[in-house]
């Protein structure tokens, strides 16, 4: 019996000692989940709090051992319930200065729903994600839309269901003292791995439509880009360099082919 006893003391320390560690989970852990789920491109940074409740900045990393760029203003909070060690997700994500409002993940470790809400993408701090971006300059005002977004993991393997669209207004440039070039739409129809992308324009002087795909993290696209009747001397520089020149109609364009 005092073996049995003796056993039992044993595994419960274990158990303890287990339970300690994953209820004090340094918010750290976040961070290289964030970093290994996109290749090092964004990090966070001046993490605080635990793996189940705390906060950061979210970034991009210039280098292995490069400083973490700030990319939105404020900082990032979350709330993970402790139910994911039972297989199931319930997290809610906060930034005010950036969010429509509390981004809530509900689900399991295979199949997950996250709730329609959007973000705000200050385009002068994208600049710190690199090529073509810190080339471009761009400005303006920029926020992507979402539905609800849903998720099915097979293996190594994503599947979304769901809407996005990601709204350019104002948008100008570095390359162009034309400001502001114009505002667009680029939607996107997530079916599987799969989503169908549009873009328009809703105004100029720039004019940008097309349509592709964005498979597994390739992006195909065949577009074009035009100037406003009357705009043409003033934004050819910029036009060419976008793309060749071909002609649509009777008018001269600039293809935009991304294969």
Known sequence: MSKRVG???????????????????????LALILEKQTAGRLSLGDVRGSFWSGSAFVGGASGIS???????????SWQISPMLLLGQLDVV?????????AVKLNGNLS?????????????????????PLNTIGPTGQVRLNWSGLDF??????????????????????????IKPLGSYSLAFDWHGQI???????????MLLSGNGSLNAGRFQFSGKAQAET?????????????????RDGDKDVIALEFK
Do not use: C
Request: hydrophobic share 45%.
């Open 7 to 29: 056993l039992l003391w044993v595994l419960a320390a274990i158990a303890s000692v287990i339970a300690t560690i994953l209820v004090f989970l340094p918010a750290s852990w």
């Open 152 to 177: 099915t993991r097979y293996e190594t393997k994503l599947d979304v269901i769901g809407k996005m669209q990601l709204e350019l207004n104002d948008m100008g440039s570095r390359l162009s003292s």
């Open 230 to 246: 009357g705009q043409e001397e003033k934004l050819a520089n910029l036009l060419g360099l976008l793309g060749q020149r071909r």
């Open 195 to 205: 989503a169908d992308v549009v873009l328009t324009s809703q105004k100029g002087p």
């Open 111 to 131: 199949q997950w729903h996250v709730a329609a809400a959007s973000l705000s993408l200050p385009p002068e701090r994208l600049e710190g994600l690199g090529a």
């Open 66 to 76: 490069g400083p973490v760029t700030p990319l939105f203003p404020g900082r990032f």
């Open 93 to 101: 994500l906060e930034n005010s200065k950036v969010l429509s409002q």
